[in-house]
């Protein structure tokens, strides 16, 4: 009898407690909302794609979840400022941000959880291609070599290489010449980047933008090669920013450099053309990464 009486009361406090629970997470999740839609289901390589996170609320200065800085097979172009609407006791925040993918398949956005609630965002669906082929085109075969019989006189050979050699020792002399002239007169690093930027105008038209773009990040790129004698030439986006973790310890100015990087990719490979603010904000973020490096002393 006094286990059977134990049971129910085990019982019955389970039941309080799970109906407290529920009550608890109805309260909390209470007049909140969070939804985020796209803009494209499908893109080719390299398209931009747009996302709106939307966070309806009754109660003042709701939480807005943090969009993460990557995420798998996508990249992260740009981010909106956060749009706060407030109507009565009604808030709506809203932001958008513009993604692109170099990798070809169905990838999947996860969800976002609002912080403070159990909501959670759904997940969207991308598929990201190749442009198609048109109708009518046709695969070809790769053609055999054709040999050539080709006969030349021995002393057109050697005129060639007379020739030749005189170029190779002219060529010499005058490297080692604009060499030296440039090591004498060449600016240090830091002086010479700052001064770069500040004679690299603003793109007015579309047709400068990519090139504004590429000499952003070529200012960037001689500034490492000088001040830390990084091999940046030949360097990826990504490869570069690998390094520039192990000398930029500061998160918020490494993601912004990151983003600058990343938008320029974006208009250099896929045609992405950002909005005029934004030209003169990658500008700045390359300038405030340079500045940084510039008063971070060199690890020994």
């Given at each position: ?25 109805r309260a909390q999740n209470a007049g ?5 839609n796209s803009d494209k289901q499908a ?90 082929m048109k109708e009518g085109d046709q ?162």
């Open positions: 009898m006094i286990n059977h009486m134990r049971k129910k009361l085990l019982l019955i406090g389970m039941a309080f407690s799970f109906c407290l629970a529920s009550i608890c997470t909140v909302s969070a939804d985020i893109i080719l390589i390299g398209e931009p794609l747009r996302l709106t996170l939307t966070i309806r609320s009754t109660a003042p200065n709701p939480t807005f979840p943090l969009f993460p800085d990557s995420i798998a097979h996508f990249e992260v172009l740009t981010r909106s400022k956060l749009d706060t609407v407030i109507q009565g006791n009604n808030w709506q925040l809203q932001q958008v941000v513009t993604l692109t993918s170099f990798d070809s398949g169905h990838w999947v956005i996860p969800s976002l959880d609002l912080p403070g609630t159990n909501i959670v965002t759904d997940s969207l669906g991308v598929d990201v291609g190749y442009i198609p695969i070809k075969d790769i053609k055999d070599i054709i040999s050539v019989n080709l006969h030349v006189p021995w002393w057109l050979l050697i005129v060639a290489s007379v020739v030749l050699v005189g170029l190779i020792i002219l060529l010499v002399k005058m490297l080692k010449t604009k060499k030296l002239a440039a090591k004498a007169a060449a600016s240090p690093p830091y002086e010479e980047a700052i001064k770069a930027l500040e004679d690299l105008p603003i793109p007015m038209a579309t047709a400068d933008i990519k090139p504004y773009y590429t000499s952003l990040e070529n200012v960037l790129k001689r500034y490492l090669s000088r001040e830390y004698q990084l091999k940046t030439g030949q360097l990826t986006t990504s490869e570069l920013l690998m390094h520039l973790t192990e000398v930029i310890k500061d998160a918020d100015a490494f993601s912004a450099l990151a983003e600058a990087l990343r938008l320029g990719d974006a208009v250099k490979f896929a045609k992405f053309f950002p909005d005029s603010n934004w030209h003169t904000q990658s500008k700045d973020r390359v300038r405030k990464a340079i500045d940084y490096l510039h008063q971070t002393p060199k690890a020994s």
